[in-house]
Nanobody, 120 residues
Framework: VQLVESGGGSVQAGGSLRLSCAAS????????MGWFRQRPGKEREGVAGIYPFGQGSPYYANSVKGRFTISRDEAKNTVYLQMNNLEPEDSAMYYCTAGGSIIEYCSGPHWGQGTQVTVS
């Protein structure tokens, strides 16, 4: 599976962004898909994960619950991260991942190249 993120950018605090992760490969529909982020000087941390279609509820880090929503469009082989009410602390490089466990935000063998989010 190859993953390509897009949708990052600069936004003011309180604003919104929607990140996309386009996946290619035959196994996409069977994979748990997740988002991670890495802030400068910090370790990469899980943000959200979503099961293959219809298999369970999404999983969120406490820091983003109620503000971020993960979803997937099977027809487009794409996973989204809708980010609302953004805070400066959300500024980070955001990465898409696939193939792991929902408890670990689907962190698996497949990763995208990342998309930068800056909140001022």
């Amino acid at each position: 599976v190859q993953l390509v993120e897009s949708g990052g950018g600069s936004v003011q605090a309180g604003g919104s962004l929607r990140l996309s992760c386009a996946a290619s490969g035959d196994m996409y529909s069977s994979y748990c898909m997740g988002w991670f982020r890495q802030r400068p000087g910090k370790e990469r941390e899980g943000v959200a994960g979503i099961y293959p279609f219809g298999q369970g509820s999404p999983y969120y880090a406490n820091s983003v619950k109620g503000r971020f929503t993960i979803s997937r469009d099977e027809a487009k082989n794409t996973v989204y991260l809708q980010m609302n009410n953004l805070e400066p602390e959300d500024s980070a490089m955001y990465y898409c991942t696939a193939g792991g466990s929902i408890i670990e935000y689907c962190s698996g063998p497949h990763w995208g190249q990342g998309t930068q989010v800056t909140v001022s």
